[in-house]
C-alpha cells in the first residue's frame, strides 16, 4: 500500500504497527525526490507486497522532520514496530535497502 499521509496520521500509525514499514520524506520541489518515488512506485508494490509505504512532504510536516531528524531530501526510513531500523539520505543505495527488506521478510 502507498498513501500520502500528514505527521499525526503517520505517529498513530508508527505507534500501533506491528510490521515494516516505509516513510518517504520527500519536497515539494525536490526533482530527485520525484526520481525516487517513481522508482519505488514502479518496483517495491510488485516486490514486497507487505511493505506498507507511506510518503510525508517535509515541508507541510515540520515535526515528523524535528523528531526524526530529517536534514535533507529524500529520505527514506524503514521502522519496525516504531524503532528505525534503516536511513538512507539524499543518494538512496537501493539494493542496501533491498537485500535489509529481504533479510526482514526471510
Known sequence: MIKYINEN???D???NNTKLIMVFAKGINCSVCHAVEDRIN???P???NDLDIYYLL???NPNFRGQHLI???PTILLFDRNKEIHRESRIIN???MERLIN???S
Open 58 to 60: 517535509v515541508e507541510e
Open 9 to 11: 496520521e503517520l505517529t
Open 71 to 73: 536534514f535533507s531530501f
Open 13 to 15: 500509525i508508527l505507534n
Open 94 to 96: 537501493f539494493n542496501k
Open 46 to 48: 510488485n516486490k514486497f
Open 103 to 105: 533479510l526482514y521478510y
Open 42 to 44: 514502479k518496483t517495491y
